[in-house]
């Protein structure tokens, strides 16, 4: 039978927690701690179940991956509501890294693709070419209604900076693609669905790097876009969208609108859902 490892992380440590055993052990967060605990696990059938944490897991995934070991990211929300159906309350690293164990174990969660480095990176530009649009937005309004010469003079110039930092970020992103025959296949069929252009095809390749290795139904489901069915007894409510990535579905909205004027597949499938 499969062993299952939970690890709860933070920026100094890993906690890990095998099931099997019951078994709780710490590692630093660094290259020394990552190779301990890949130690640690050994070499037995095993699966590896963590919340991601932004920078903090990239280190972690990195050499679980090239040891070969098969991981699980969990959403921390879907996380929390399994602790709570649990009756755990309580809130420690320990505990947490242990009912990430038991979730994965009882829910029988399968582990999916990692992330390449070259994803992660095209992960941290884009998250990064959002921020600067938020300030690019942030100093526009306040240009407008800036009276002050001094204050108008450096919102020109912070505009002029968040335009050329935003070209250079998605010139880097650009290159990234076009260098890697994969994502420069999958742009060149997503650019050429009508209404989709180059801005949401890259959006669609860093927020969703599992494209091409699942049915429709588990995309739709993983954009958020999968009608969920609501009925009790004789009862039935309607369907509605939610969960999946939300950053993803707010990026295919406008894409959306311009396809169902303009491509005629999309536009039937709108009115049948309707």
């Not at 450096?154 to 890697?180: S, Y």
């Amino acid at each position: 039978m499969q062993d299952t490892v939970g690890i709860d992380i933070s920026k100094p440590i890993l906690d890990g927690f095998r099931l099997a055993t019951g078994e709780h052990r710490q590692f630093p967060n660094d290259k020394a701690g990552c190779a301990a605990l890949i130690r640690w696990i050994g070499k037995t059938p095993i699966r590896i179940v963590f919340e991601p944490t932004g920078p903090y897991h990239r280190l972690l995934e990195q050499s679980l991956t090239k040891a070969g070991i098969a991981i699980i990211k969990v959403n921390p929300r879907y996380a929390r509501r399994f602790a709570e159906a649990t009756g755990e309350l309580a809130k420690t690293d320990r505990i947490d890294a242990m009912l990430l164990a038991r979730m994965a174990a009882v829910l029988d969660l399968q582990a999916r693709p990692a992330r390449s480095e070259l994803q992660h990176d095209l992960r941290e530009l884009s998250v990064a070419r959002k921020a600067l649009i938020k300030d690019r937005i942030a100093a526009r309004n306040r240009d407008q209604v800036a009276q002050n010469a001094i204050i108008r003079r450096q919102l020109k110039a912070r505009l002029v900076q968040i335009d050329r930092q935003i070209g250079e970020i998605e010139t880097a992103m650009a290159t990234i693609v076009e260098g890697n025959e994969t994502f420069r296949r999958r742009r060149e069929i997503l650019a050429s669905i009508p209404g989709i252009g180059p801005v949401t095809a890259m959006a669609i390749i860093v927020e969703m790097p599992e494209l091409g290795d699942l049915d429709g139904k588990q995309v739709a489901s993983l954009a958020g876009l999968a009608p969920i069915t609501r009925e009790s007894g004789s009862w039935k409510g309607r369907s509605r969208i939610q969960g999946g990535r939300a950053s993803l579905r707010c990026g295919l909205y406008m894409p959306a609108l311009v396809a169902l004027r303009i491509n005629p597949d999309l536009r039937r499938k709108y009115r049948a859902l309707k």
